[in-house]
């Protein structure tokens, strides 16, 4: 069995900084692509940005030059540091991991559970 879980949302004032974790458990042999997305009250999930194995980026519009996206390949965890944060932010926060798993080594898209950030004015 293999899971995904974020940390490090919480409460933060508008221009301010909050960095994401993603960690992948189980019996892992390792983890491919990584995506967050967020969902704001009312809205659809949205993608926020994607990183390969070996360090690609993919942001999109709203996260480019404020957010960045990384990875510790040693530690099955990946980051979003998120930057210049605005009330527009708000929104639970979710890791998706293409984990390859270590009992059949088939590739399992897992998400996590999601963690709240909320950006006050």
């Known amino acids: 069995q293999v899971q995904v879980g974020e940390s490090g949302g919480g409460l933060v004032q508008a221009g301010g900084s909050l960095r994401l974790s993603c960690l992948a458990s189980?019996?892992?042999?390792?983890?491919?692509?990584v995506r967050w997305y967020r969902q704001a009250p009312g809205k659809q999930r949205e993608l926020v940005a994607s990183?390969?194995?070996?360090?690609?980026?993919h942001y999109v519009n709203f996260a480019k030059g404020r957010f960045t996206i990384s990875r510790d390949n040693t530690k099955n965890t990946a980051y979003l540091q998120m930057s210049r944060l605005s009330p527009e932010d708000t929104a639970v926060y979710y890791c998706?991991?293409?984990?390859?798993?270590?009992?059949?080594?088939?590739?399992?898209?897992?998400w996590g559970q999601g963690t709240q950030v909320s950006v006050s004015s």
């Open positions: 189980g019996n892992i042999v390792r983890v491919d692509d």
């Open positions: 990183i390969t194995p070996d360090g690609k980026t």
């Open positions: 998706n991991s293409v984990i390859v798993r270590g009992d059949n080594f088939n590739y399992q898209s897992t």
